[in-house]
C-alpha cells in the first residue's frame, strides 16, 4: 500500500498594467515572481523531467496571472527590469570584490541566475504560458483554472448570475490560453458554500479544494477526515487541506522557511547601499524599492541591522536536509494513517505558488530535493487529483461546510471593518451589470458589445479578492482603495452611457486599452443560468 501527495501551488497575482506609465511600481510584483517563483520552478520541474525522476505537482495559474503572463507591454517591460538586474548585478560584483567574501559569492550568484533568467525568458520568447503547457504534456504537472478575477465568491452570493460569471470566465479564459479545458478550479482563497459545486458542475469541472474544517463540519463527517476526497451531491470532486503539511512547511514558529541560514527577504540592496549607487535602479519618483539582491541571512529574532551574512551554499544543503525531512514525515504519516483507516491516504499540500522562491528563496530547490527524495520512498507518491479521481471505486457523498483559508478559516480576512465599505458598491454594480447584460442581451450593435464587454471587465476588476486583502493586511492600502473606486467608477461611467445612448468612443478605447484583460469577454455571461 502507498499513499498519495498532491502538492498544490496557487499561482495568483492581482491585474497590475499601466501601459500609460513606463515604470509602474506596482507592476514589479509580477516581474518579481516571474524571476523569483515562475521560472525558477519551470526550471527546477525541467530538470526533473531531465533526469526521469518521477513526481506530480499541480498548479493553478488565475486568468489574472495569465493574462499578464500574455501581455505584450509587460513581457518587454519585464525584460528592460530583468536587464536592469543584470546590470546592477555586474555592478555589485565589481563592488563586493572590496568587502566580505560571502558578499561577492551571493553577488555572483545572483548575476548568474539574473542571466539564465534572461536567457530562459528568450530562449521562449517570452512566452512561459507554453512552457508551463510543456510541462503539462509530460503528465507531471496539472495545471487548473480559478475563477476570473478571483473574486471573493462567498460574499458574492446574493447575487447568483455574478458568481456564475466569474466561475464561467475562469473557465473560458483558460480554454482561450491553454487552448483545452481545465479539469479542477482553485476557488478564490478556498472561499466555498454550500451549493457553489452546482456552478462548477455545469461547466464541467471536475474538483475543487477546501481547507480542512470545510471537511470537518461538513453536513455528514467524511469517514476519513481530510484523508481521502469526497463529492457532493452534483457529483464534483473535492479535495481538503492536510494541516500537518501546512504546519511543517509554513507555520510561523516551526516552519522549514523560518530557518536562520536561509535568506533574509526584508533586508535588500535597494536600501543598504547609498542613494547615489543605487538611484539608477529605485523608481523614477527616487524612492528606494527591493531589487532582489540581499546579502543577509534570517539570522534568529535580531534587527535587521544585526542581520549575518547569507552563504547560498550552506542554504542549499539546508534546504536539501529539510526536503528530506519533509520526505520521511510524508512516509511516516502515510504509514500512520493507513494502519488508522486502512486506505492509502490522499495527503493534500497547497500554498501559494509564490512562497516557492519569491518569499523563501530556496523554496524551488527544495521542492527539487523533495520530488528527488520522494523517488526512493516506497510508500508515498506524488500524484495530481486526476489521477486519484481515476483510482477511485468508492467515494462518500457529502456537502462540506462554507469556509476559507486566511485568518480564522471564515471570510474575516476579506470582510471587516478595513474594507467593510467596498462590498454595497460591488453588489450594486453587480446588480447592474445583469440588468445590462439581460436588457441587451440580443444587440448586434458593435459599440453597444464592446461597451458591454468593457463593463463586464471594469466589474471584474473591481471584484479581485486582493484589494480587500490589502486593505487589512495593511501594504499599499492607497494603491487598493484606488483600484477598487477606479473600475467601479469607470463601470458606472460606462454603465450612464449605455443607459442614456451616448457612448463616447474615444472614452471606450481609452479604457479598453488600459484594461485589456479578457479580450474575448462576452457580457452576455451576466445573463446566463
Not at 532582489?292 to 547569507?310: N, Q, S
Amino acid at each position: 500500500m502507498s499513499g498519495k501527495l498532491i502538492m498544490v501551488l496557487h499561482a495568483h497575482l492581482p491585474y497590475v498594467n499601466h501601459p500609460n506609465h513606463s515604470y509602474f511600481m506596482e507592476e514589479n510584483w509580477l516581474f518579481e515572481a516571474i524571476t523569483e517563483t515562475y521560472i525558477p520552478l519551470l526550471m527546477a520541474f525541467n530538470r526533473l523531467i531531465a533526469d526521469e525522476i518521477p513526481f506530480g505537482i499541480t498548479m493553478s495559474i488565475t486568468p489574472p496571472l495569465f493574462e499578464m503572463l500574455s501581455n505584450r507591454t509587460l513581457k518587454d517591460k519585464y525584460r528592460r527590469y530583468l536587464k536592469s538586474l543584470v546590470e546592477l548585478a555586474e555592478k555589485e560584483v565589481d563592488l563586493t570584490v572590496h568587502e566580505e567574501p560571502l558578499k561577492h559569492k551571493c553577488a555572483l550568484k545572483y548575476l548568474n541566475d539574473f542571466q539564465n533568467t534572461l536567457s530562459f525568458f528568450d530562449d521562449c520568447k517570452g512566452d512561459l504560458i507554453s512552457e508551463f503547457k510543456k510541462l503539462e504534456n509530460t503528465g507531471a504537472l496539472e495545471l487548473i483554472t480559478c475563477n476570473a478575477t478571483h473574486g471573493f465568491l462567498p460574499l458574492m452570493r446574493g447575487n447568483p448570475k455574478a458568481v456564475h460569471a466569474q466561475i464561467a470566465m475562469g473557465v473560458k479564459a483558460f480554454e482561450e490560453r491553454f487552448k483545452e479545458h481545465p479539469k479542477g478550479m482553485w476557488l478564490a482563497e478556498c472561499g466555498y458554500y454550500p451549493n457553489l459545486d452546482k456552478e462548477l458542475a455545469d461547466q464541467n469541472v471536475d474538483f475543487f479544494f477546501v481547507d480542512s474544517h470545510a471537511f470537518w463540519y461538513a453536513n455528514v463527517p467524511p469517514k476519513y477526515d481530510v484523508y481521502r476526497p469526497i463529492i457532493t451531491p452534483n457529483k464534483i470532486f473535492v479535495f481538503a487541506r492536510d494541516p500537518e503539511s501546512s504546519e511543517q512547511v509554513w507555520s510561523a514558529q516551526y516552519g522549514y522557511p523560518g530557518d536562520p541560514n536561509y535568506r533574509e527577504f526584508y533586508r535588500d540592496v535597494g536600501f543598504d547601499r547609498p542613494f547615489e549607487y543605487i538611484k539608477d535602479y529605485v523608481d523614477p519618483a527616487g524612492n528606494r524599492i527591493n531589487t532582489g539582491i540581499k546579502y543577509y541571512r534570517v539570522t534568529g529574532e535580531v534587527a535587521l541591522g544585526d542581520k549575518e551574512l547569507y552563504d547560498p551554499d550552506k542554504a542549499i544543503e539546508i534546504a536539501k536536509r529539510h526536503a528530506v525531512d519533509f520526505a520521511k514525515k510524508k512516509s511516516f504519516q502515510v504509514g500512520r494513517l493507513t494502519d488508522m483507516m486502512g486506505i492509502d491516504p490522499v495527503i493534500v499540500a497547497p500554498f501559494d505558488a509564490e512562497l516557492y522562491g519569491h518569499w523563501w528563496y530556496e523554496g524551488p530547490e527544495f521542492l527539487e530535493f523533495l520530488f528527488r527524495e520522494l523517488s526512493k520512498i516506497n510508500n508515498v507518491e506524488s500524484t495530481v487529483p486526476s489521477k486519484i479521481i481515476e483510482s477511485m471505486e468508492n467515494v462518500q457523498v457529502a456537502t462540506p461546510a462554507m469556509s476559507t483559508w486566511g485568518a480564522n478559516g471564515y471570510n474575516e480576512t476579506w470582510l471587516n471593518g478595513r474594507n467593510d465599505w467596498i462590498y454595497p458598491h460591488l453588489q450594486e454594480a453587480e446588480s447592474r451589470m445583469i440588468e445590462l447584460a439581460t436588457e441587451y442581451r440580443n444587440s448586434t450593435d458593435p459599440l453597444y458589445i464592446r461597451t458591454l464587454n468593457m463593463c463586464a471587465r471594469e466589474l471584474m476588476l473591481a471584484e479581485s479578492s486582493d484589494w480587500a486583502f490589502i486593505m487589512t493586511t495593511g501594504t499599499t492600502v492607497e494603491y487598493a482603495v484606488n483600484r477598487t473606486k477606479t473600475h467601479l467608477s469607470r463601470f458606472l461611467e460606462l454603465y450612464d452611457a449605455i443607459k442614456v445612448h451616448n457612448i463616447n468612443e474615444k472614452v471606450l478605447e481609452l479604457y479598453e486599452w488600459l484594461d485589456p484583460i479578457f479580450p474575448y469577454m462576452d457580457y452576455r455571461v451576466y445573463s446566463e443560468q
